[in-house]
């Protein structure tokens, strides 16, 4: 299926003061972003009926390396799930907010058809592992292990190896994986929708807001 409807959280800033205001936002689907008078940002997330992250609250967090947060266990706040954003990446979830300003209410409803984008599929870091390379060797395909497809770094990470700065080299002119049936992990686990599903809409393509 390439075409998705997607129900986003809207992001909004507050102050420390109306703290209440964003938990109300966030109760209701939102997330938000508590600046003190210093700039430092934390943020206020919604989590599942089973104490986790929604999945596009932890995507966000994924998107500027955040992979430490805590439920707040008491006060106004509680239920809820926070993270201190480190401050290298407190200007990205402020552009979120000015970005998200536009719409009224916690969340909105977005439609994306991935056959009409293919945004994620332009100069991206995708992450190769074994299991990829074990699914590549069953579908007959050992090619793409080579150093036409693949680069290894000298940490040992590898990754698919892009065309420069431009598309993926299994992305056909009709925006239709080659090997989509067989596609890396990373590219499978994407989730549409995410803050890197936007930022790579804005940066490929120009788009600002959906």
């Known amino acids: ?20 205001r964003a938990v109300w936002h966030v109760r209701r689907g939102g997330c938000a972003a508590i600046v003190n008078e210093r700039g430092d940002v934390r943020v206020l997330l919604p989590l599942t009926p089973e104490g986790k992250l929604t999945e596009l609250a932890l995507w966000a967090l994924l998107a500027v390396e955040q992979q430490r947060w ?14 201190k ?3 290298n990446y407190g200007g990205s979830v402020l552009d979120w907010c000015d970005r998200d300003s536009i719409h009224a ?3 909105r409803t977005i439609k994306l058809d991935c056959l009409e984008c293919a945004a994620c599929c332009h100069d ?3 992450l190769l592992d074994e299991a990829d390379f074990e699914r590549w060797k069953k579908a007959g395909r050992a090619d793409l292990m080579g150093k036409q497809y693949i680069k290894r770094a000298r940490d040992g990470r590898v990754t698919l190896r892009f065309l420069g700065k431009g ?4 992305l056909g002119a009709d925006k239709k994986c080659a ?7 990373n590219c499978s686990a994407f989730v549409v929708g995410s803050e ?5 809409r804005e940066d490929t393509l120009g788009i600002r807001d959906i």
């Open 124 to 126: 991206s870091n995708v």
């Open 1 to 20: 299926m390439s075409a998705y409807v997607v129900t986003r959280p809207i992001w909004r800033r507050f102050r420390p003061q109306y703290l209440a």
């Open 70 to 83: 805590r439920r707040v266990r008491e006060g106004e706040a509680a239920g809820l799930g926070t993270a």
């Open 196 to 200: 890197a599903c936007l930022a790579a």
């Open 179 to 185: 090997i989509y049936l067989i596609r890396p992990d």
């Open 167 to 170: 598309p993926c080299q299994h």
């Open 85 to 87: 954003i480190k401050d």
């Open 105 to 107: 209410g916690s969340v």
